[in-house]
């Protein structure tokens, strides 16, 4: 078998093995999240959002897919790898738009960009690639009376 073959079938199993980690991890997250959120709470949920940053970090930080979940009293967000949180309270959430990009990223789709006062009353916001995007635009701006 010549080299490029055994280059080709390294590099599937490679994708094989991170496709199985990233459901497990995926899994994992599920059940911890759900837990902590049972679906009495949850208002929406989007168990495979792509959080594309956080303008406060800046532009190198790299996007990574995780659960979001709205509730009545706040917008949560559980990245995959590395394993970070992100809890908006409603009321410091003060506007709700769908820009194509954020922090010079794309896909070429509208995303869920949310405007927040942080902890220390500072503005921040972050953007989600979701499915479903119209309806969590809306839910989150009667939810959190934004415009």
Known sequence: MPVLNYFIVGALLLAAGLVFMLRNLLKTA??????????????????????????????????????LILTASQLYFRMLLPRRELMIPLSSITAVETPKSFLGKTKGRKLLKIDFRNDIGGT???????????????TIKGSAEVN
Request: proline letters at 6%; charged letters at 25%; hydrophobic letters at 40%.
């Open 30 to 67: 599920k059940a911890e999240v759900y837990a902590e959120y049972p679906e009495h709470i949850r208002i929406l949920t989007s168990p495979m959002a792509n959080l594309f940053g956080i303008q406060s970090r800046g532009m190198k930080q790299i996007r990574g897919n995780g659960i």
């Open 124 to 138: 921040d916001s972050a953007a989600w690639l979701v499915p479903d995007l119209e309806k969590w635009v809306e």
